[in-house]
């Protein structure tokens, strides 16, 4: 199995940064994309950016030019710089990666639990 732990919420006014951080741990044979998505009160979880193993990424239109992906392929870690915060990405985060066990089984998602994001106005 492998397991996901996001780090980095909290409170922060409009305007503010934070900067969230995933970390990946178990049977790791290989991790492809990952990923950072969202869920607001009420609302579907909706992407936020992701980005491959070789470096290519993908923003969602609200957090483009506000948001940077990052990752750590030595440390399996992604993170993502969230600068000029709104009250609207106010939303739990989760992080996701694309990963597989053994060299043989195949790629699947995992999710971690989630970090709280509160943007106040």
């Known amino acids: 199995q492998v397991q996901l732990v996001e780090s980095g919420g909290g409170l922060v006014q409009a305007g503010g940064s934070l900067r969230l951080t995933c970390a990946a741990s178990?049977?790791?044979?290989?991790?492809?994309?990952m990923g950072w998505f969202r869920q607001a009160p009420g609302k579907q979880r909706e992407l936020v950016a992701t980005m491959t193993r070789g470096g290519i990424v993908n923003y969602a239109d609200s957090g483009k030019g506000r948001f940077t992906i990052s990752r750590d392929n030595a440390k399996n870690t992604v993170y993502l710089q969230m600068n000029s915060l709104k009250p609207e990405d106010t939303a739990v985060y989760y992080c996701?990666?694309?990963?597989?066990?053994?060299?043989?089984?195949?790629?699947?998602?995992?999710w971690g639990q989630g970090t709280q994001v509160t943007v106040s106005s």
């Open positions: 996701n990666a694309d990963a597989r066990t053994t060299r043989l089984s195949n790629f699947r998602i995992y």
């Open positions: 178990g049977s790791i044979f290989d991790i492809g994309a």
